[in-house]
């Protein structure tokens, strides 16, 4: 399918609505019937009809359509944040006794689910290294139902083989799901690659505008309906008509936006290759990336993230850093239009600081939409200011 088709015209049934061309935002919490046996319908098979926006709303259902054929999936569901994208697609698929694999360091609400949650209910967990396919099969038990991915993630940009990870979790029959938010569907399609639940959250790079929260996953048609009928249902944690009207209207510049951060980042990240007082850096596709290969092989792109390993054996020469940047905003999150910074000694108590443990010096860059030469001075005013 064209991608300018899915973002303009898929799912937007324009004659039913004055042909106006934005979507009408459906704000309703029920709907109407004439007839008991539409009703009866209703409550058998809640996911093909209007009858409660918990369920299925018509301004919710253009952007499921868009977001499914965008990962090239059979169905997508949308939910209020993408934590809640995550916990659904989890819970829908293990039980008590059930063990999970899951890529050490996941993203902070998934280390949350599988160290405090699912233990409560008799689900188990081992964190890998998930940049070694052995590791996964080494810690894959008889009891393993589940695998957890994340590739790229947003600080390392660790990365899985797919494909690899996908074949092996398929000849076990166990479940995989992958939060691709890092590349959206634009530079990674992991359906495509083998993996059965693609996550993303549509609050960085879909939304865009740092404005709204919202959370995708994809999958098959039965999934779906799987999660539909019982988390989705009753977690209630599906995206509002308002919230998914701002998705919409995301999508449209999604792939202009996505261009343009990945210029912008190339610009920066030449700058900050050649600056005496970055350590090194991380990003997927520089050449000195440690899974440089595997990136090109499986990924269309790479934009907005870049981890820098200040040169210094001083917090407060980090937190002079940060707090010298006068554009660049410090906050959490990325996808906006706006560029962000956060250090990771910001989430270390300050007596626990080790200079030697390059983690700790880290600084996460996001750019967003400005001129990249405005960001370059920002930063290279900040550095000059560091010591
Ligand atoms: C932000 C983020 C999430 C969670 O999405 P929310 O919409 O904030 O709930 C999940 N994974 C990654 C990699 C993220 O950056």
């Not at 699912?118 to 038990?141: M, S, Y």
Request: aromatic fraction near 10%; charge should be negative.
């Amino acid at each position: 399918m064209d991608i300018s088709y899915i973002l303009n015209e898929l799912g937007e049934d324009r004659e039913h609505y004055f042909n106006a061309v934005a979507p009408p935002i459906i704000q309703t919490s029920n709907f109407t019937f004439k007839k008991v046996s539409d009703l009866t319908a209703a409550f058998e098979d809640e996911m093909s009809t209007y009858l409660y926006s918990r369920g299925i709303n018509p301004t919710v259902d253009i952007l499921r359509k868009k977001l499914a054929a965008l990962d090239g999936a059979e169905d997508c569901l949308v939910f209020n944040n993408g934590a809640a994208a995550i916990f659904a697609g989890i819970m829908a698929y293990v039980k008590a006794g059930d063990h999970i694999v899951s890529v050490k360091s996941p993203y902070t609400w998934v280390q949350r689910m599988l160290e405090v949650i699912l233990p409560r209910f008799g689900v188990t967990h081992t964190f890998i290294d998930g940049t070694k396919i052995e590791n996964w099969e080494t810690a894959t038990q008889p009891n393993t139902t589940f695998y957890y991915l994340e590739s790229p993630n947003s600080w390392t940009f660790a990365l899985q083989d797919i494909r690899a990870v996908a074949a092996l979790a398929k000849s076990r029959n166990i479940k995989t799901l992958i939060d691709n938010s890092y590349c959206t569907p634009l530079y990674q399609k992991p359906i495509d690659m083998g993996i059965d639940l693609v996550m993303q959250t549509a609050t960085k790079y879909i939304g865009g505008h740092s404005d709204t929260l919202g959370g995708v996953l994809c999958g098959t048609h039965a999934s779906m309906k799987k999660i539909f009928d019982s988390e989705y249902l009753n977690i209630g944690s599906g995206i509002q008509p308002f919230n998914a009207w701002l998705m919409i209207r995301g999508l449209r510049t999604l792939p202009a936006r996505i261009d343009r951060i990945t210029k912008t980042t190339a610009e920066v990240l030449a700058f900050l290759k050649q600056h005496p007082k970055i350590d090194f850096l991380l990003f997927p596709l520089d050449p000195t990336f440690p899974q440089y290969e595997l990136a090109q092989k499986q990924m269309g792109g790479a934009c907005g993230l870049i981890t820098i390993a200040l040169k210094t054996n001083s917090r407060d020469a980090i937190v002079r850093f940060c707090e010298s940047l006068k554009h660049i905003m410090m906050a959490v999150s990325w996808g906006g239009h706006e560029s962000l910074a956060i250090p990771k000694c910001a989430g270390i108590p300050a007596g626990d600081f080790d200079p030697s443990n390059p983690e700790h010096r880290y600084v996460r860059l996001y750019c967003g939409l400005e001129e990249a030469s405005w960001l370059i001075a920002d930063i290279s005013q900040a550095l000059d200011r560091m010591d």
